[in-house]
């Protein structure tokens, strides 16, 4: 039993058009963590196409290497340098000093 290519069309067309609104996502998004995230998407949006391609040694590193490590490493590096934070959540209490500067806000 073999998948039409009609079908795989569609699939394709439809992970072009979710690659380009993360990439278009990452240019605009304000918040650095959901830019991380689209960034993510753009890469298993990749891996998807290279599944489709029948090369899944490359979508295998793809999804690893583009969607997992790199995301958690632009993730870390926005935590390090101070950009991360999330807002409206028990998390981020308004009241705990400021961890650059140790002052209150």
Do not use: C, H, N, Q
Request: charged share 15%; aromatic share 4%.
């Amino acid at each position: 039993m073999t998948v039409g290519t009609e079908f795989l069309d569609w699939v394709v067309l439809l992970a072009t058009v979710i690659m380009l609104a993360g990439a278009v996502a990452v240019l605009l998004l304000k918040d650095y963590l959901a830019a991380v995230a689209a960034t993510s998407v753009v890469s298993l949006g990749a891996s998807l196409l290279f599944v489709i391609l029948r090369a899944p040694d490359v979508a295998l590193t793809e999804a690893a290497v583009g969607a997992g490590l790199s995301g958690v490493i632009m993730a870390l590096s926005l935590r390090r340098l101070g950009l991360w934070r999330i807002r409206g959540s028990g998390a981020a209490d308004s009241s705990a000093p400021d961890e650059r500067t140790g002052d209150a806000d």
